[in-house]
């Protein structure tokens, strides 16, 4: 009896383990049989790149105003001499006081490019970003704006103003 169940408990075990194994893969067909279902891919269309191409090899084309422009036009602050260019529109953010003395946005000056407000305007010094003003909520605007004040960079210290002539500016 002993060696019954010492026989038949590991015929047991190994049954077990080859029910785990999987089973062997079909055999490759051998006739044309029906194609595989095909699947449709999903058109991709590019609207825009940063890839130069063979059309735009050069630098861009860019208005540049030294420190002798800047002096001729006698113009006192950086906004004015801007506001002298004909490809800055006016002032968007309002630079004096409201009515109650509530508007945060007193002596900033901002300037706007191609009709686009003081938003889409790109300002950089020495090719780096500089902080936005801080406007707050402005009566009368129902949004607030984000924009350089320009009395915050001394006329004296610019020694050139770049202006790029296309919109290929957010590419810095």
């Known amino acids: 009896m002993a060696l019954v169940a010492c026989v038949g408990i590991p015929l047991i075990?190994?049954?077990s383990a080859f029910a785990q194994n999987p089973p062997p893969p079909p055999p490759p067909p051998t006739g044309a049989g029906p194609a595989p279902p095909s699947t449709e891919v999903e058109r991709v269309i590019v609207?825009?790149?940063?890839?130069p191409t063979a059309e735009e090899v050069g630098p861009n084309p860019v208005d540049t105003y030294n420190r002798d422009n800047i002096n001729k036009s006698g113009e006192i602050t950086t906004e004015q001499f801007?506001?002298?260019l004909p490809i800055i529109n006016?002032?968007?953010?309002?630079i004096s006081n409201n009515e109650n003395g509530s508007n945060t946005a007193v002596g900033a000056a901002t300037v706007a490019l191609r009709g686009f407000d003081a938003r889409a305007t790109l300002i950089l010094m020495d090719g780096r970003r500089i902080a936005p003003y801080p406007t707050g909520n402005n009566p009368g605007i129902p949004f607030n704006v984000?924009?350089?004040?320009?009395n915050s960079i001394p006329q004296a210290a610019i020694q050139s103003i770049e202006i790029l002539k296309d919109g290929a500016s957010t590419t810095y």
């Open 13 to 15: 075990i190994t049954s």
């Open 47 to 51: 609207t825009g790149s940063n890839i």
């Open 82 to 84: 801007l506001l002298s």
């Open 90 to 94: 006016a002032n968007v953010v309002p």
């Open 146 to 150: 984000v924009f350089v004040d320009l």
